[in-house]
């Protein structure tokens, strides 16, 4: 399963080193990465790979939340397919 995660906030020092330690501790791939700082905003979509992670991509997805408020960013997990439905042009 793959799963495009969204983060965004004020930049912060940081966010992509807990983020993708986060990720290589549950063992997900990210499989690819775009991060850009508009102003002050901080905003990242990773593409990640789930197919071997050691726990359930639920479980995952409320680690990232809990992260997301530690680090005051917003931070969103979505199966690619249900992400690829809600952004079609």
Do not use: C, P, W, Y
């Amino acid at each position: 399963m793959k799963a495009v995660l969204t983060v965004i906030g004020k930049d912060r020092v940081g966010i992509i080193a807990n983020v993708s330690n986060l990720l290589f501790e549950k063992n997900a791939n990210i499989l690819d990465i775009s991060q850009t700082i508009m102003q002050e905003f901080f905003t990242m979509v990773m593409l990640v790979d789930l197919a071997n992670i050691n726990i359930s991509s639920k479980e995952l997805a409320e680690l990232l939340i809990t992260m997301g408020k530690e680090l005051k960013v917003s931070i969103k997990m979505q199966h690619e397919d249900v992400f690829n439905s809600m952004h079609l042009v």
